[in-house]
């Protein structure tokens, strides 16, 4: 069973959107793995220490520096390519940054999710989109147990209205 569902991205288009972020770099290293075709979207890493940069993945993946808010290159990127899969986790990730920059902050989690499942609707190819948000997309109640799919949603700061929104949206 396991084998299988390992096979399932092999020689498989996949584009990973935040690909240069931690999450993202670790994800396209498991998919390059797996034996898929990754294909990334994401800003320029941020510094030489990170795990993008270290492990040199903008040798190993079809690389495009973007911004997910950027409709037009983003959408143009993704009917170039004609993914079989999506996985979207570019986002602007940190609270305190939130705080900072709330504009920012809703735009690149929320309309640049929306920038993703519109230009998907053009894909052919397409069989699936994963789309990343966070825990904190969900009402804190603080509670000892974990968040579930069905709880809630809201958020008091702009970084979990932002992620709770996306996932409306979505």
């Known amino acids: 069973?396991?084998?299988k569902l390992f096979d399932r991205f092999k020689g498989k288009k996949v584009f990973i959107t935040g690909n240069t972020g931690f999450k993202g770099s670790w994800l396209s290293i498991w998919l390059k793995e797996l034996g898929a075709e990754v294909y990334g979207?994401?800003?320029?890493?941020?510094?030489d220490m990170d795990n993008f940069v270290k492990c040199g993945l903008d040798h190993k993946v079809n690389q495009t520096y973007g911004d997910v808010t950027d409709a037009e290159l983003l959408s143009k990127e993704l009917t170039r390519i004609q993914p079989d899969y999506i996985f979207h986790l570019a986002a602007q990730a940190l609270v305190i940054d939130s705080y900072r920059d709330p504009v920012e902050t809703f735009m690149t989690n929320v309309m640049g999710t929306i920038n993703v499942l519109q230009a998907a609707h053009s894909l052919t190819n397409l069989k699936s989109i994963v789309l990343i948000t966070s825990d904190k997309c969900y009402e804190n109640k603080e509670v000892v147990w974990g968040y579930r799919e069905n709880d809630e949603l809201g958020g008091k700061d702009p970084y979990s209205a932002s992620k709770a929104c996306a996932e409306l949206a979505a």
Do not use: D, N
């Open 41 to 47: 979207f994401a800003l320029e890493p941020k510094s």
């Open 1 to 3: 069973m396991a084998e």
